[in-house]
């Protein structure tokens, strides 16, 4: 069973700091990984996408990417209490043409 | 650009019953991928399709099937309800050409079985 494992949290971090986002894989075919935000009661929307082993930077957030130890995060700087949602890491497989997501981590930003 | 759309966006059947759901993607997008939420089992993958052809399934029994029109439009349909259905039904689109796209959701629509 390819999978991907998020810790469910939740997470709580106060106003201002940096949130951090871990999500592992099991499938080596692995290509593409994703984040997505989601609010209660709302669709995913995309955060971000990272391709390459290394770091994306995209305004206050970063996603970095380990293709070796098969490693995914998110870190959230500067963090808003409008960022409390849920955090779903998803990876594609390429050519299954299918999402697998982790059951996600619940964010808690605190003013 | 308008984003997805699904329609009706809440439905309230009884057990037995059969559904539809509708999803139009993202102008240009050729491919729909449909998923369920639950919160004990998160966001699972139900099939996605490409041009009208399935190209992928997930593990769901045969209640659940799903077809695409020549205009990308999908729709899924579960038939013989259980309560277990009840859930958060997404479809996401993208362009289709390889499984590396980023997929675009839907605001979903919540199935309540009673």
């Known amino acids: ?111 | 650009k308008a984003g997805v759309t699904q329609t009706p966006r809440y439905l309230i059947k009884t057990r037995g019953q059969q559904v539809t759901l509708s999803c139009s993607p993202i102008s240009g997008h050729r491919s729909v991928s449909w998923y369920q939420q639950t919160p004990g089992q998160g966001l699972q993958f139900l099939f996605e399709y490409f041009s009208e052809t399935q190209r992928n399934k997930g593990n769901f029994p045969g209640r659940f099937s799903g077809r695409q029109f020549s205009n990308s439009r999908s729709e899924m349909n579960v038939s013989t309800l259980e309560l277990g259905d009840s859930a958060l039904y997404l479809c996401a689109s993208s362009l289709g050409r390889s499984g590396q796209e980023t997929q675009y959701f839907g605001p979903g629509t919540r199935l309540l079985v009673l």
Do not use: H
């Not at chain 1, 810790?7 to 099991?26: D, M, R």
């Not at chain 1, 970095?64 to 998803?90: F, G, H, M």
């Open chain 1, 1 to 111: 069973q390819k999978e991907v494992e998020q810790n469910s949290g939740p997470l709580s971090v106060p106003e201002g700091a940096i949130a951090s986002l871990n999500c592992t894989y099991s499938d080596r075919g692995s290509q593409s990984f994703f984040w997505y935000r989601q609010y209660s009661g709302k669709s995913p929307e995309l955060i971000m996408f990272i391709y390459s082993n290394g770091d994306k930077e995209d305004g206050r957030f970063t996603a970095q990417l380990n293709k070796a130890s098969q490693y995914v995060s998110l870190l959230i700087r500067d963090s808003q209490p409008s960022d409390s949602a849920t955090y779903l890491c998803a990876a594609s497989g390429g050519s299954n043409y299918k999402l697998t997501f982790g059951k996600g981590t619940l964010l808690t930003v605190n003013p």
